[in-house]
């Protein structure tokens, strides 16, 4: 049964297996006001030509970046609140594998750039999301809309 959701979303790493199949998701649960974004513009406007077959009536907004550069974080969740004046859901999928090696041949360098992407970038998105959200409104849950109903009923 689709969620409902209300709101809108920000996906990261949306060209991606994981971000994809988010994106994906969150329109068939109802999520009609996207930002996606990806370092890789091909995968990410494949993304985008899925998402409108999903739904078509869907805004999506694409904006391709580096989620390792400290500005993007706060440049994504600007472009959310300027499209749909909030931001409700992050999903911070952009990530790497980093050398595939044994550690013994992993480079110092190598590490600190999985360490970058994999964990600092998301806490740059979820920091920059959550000082958004604290801002706002909280949208209307379901079951809050569900007492409504029947309180009125
Ligand atoms: N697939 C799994 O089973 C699995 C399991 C656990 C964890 N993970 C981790 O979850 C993350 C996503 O997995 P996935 O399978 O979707 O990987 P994926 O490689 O298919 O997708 C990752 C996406 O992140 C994007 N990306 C990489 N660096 C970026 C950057 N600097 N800025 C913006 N975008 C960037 C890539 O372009 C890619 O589209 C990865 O970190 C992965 O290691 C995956």
Known sequence: MPLGLKGS??????????????????LRDGCERLVISDIHKDSLQETARLAKKI??????????GDIGLEQTAQSLVDIAVKNFGRLDYGLNVAG???ELKPIVDISTKGYDFVQDINAKSVWLCERAQIKQMLKQEPLPTQLSEMAILLRNF
């Not at 920000?10 to 991606?16: H, M, P, R």
């Not at 009536?57 to 391709?64: D, K, N, P, W």
């Open 96 to 98: 790497v594998a980093g």
């Open 55 to 64: 739904n078509p009536e869907a805004e999506v907004v694409v904006e391709a």
């Open 9 to 26: 979303a920000l996906v990261t790493g949306a060209g991606g297996g994981i971000g994809r199949a988010c994106v994906e998701q969150l």
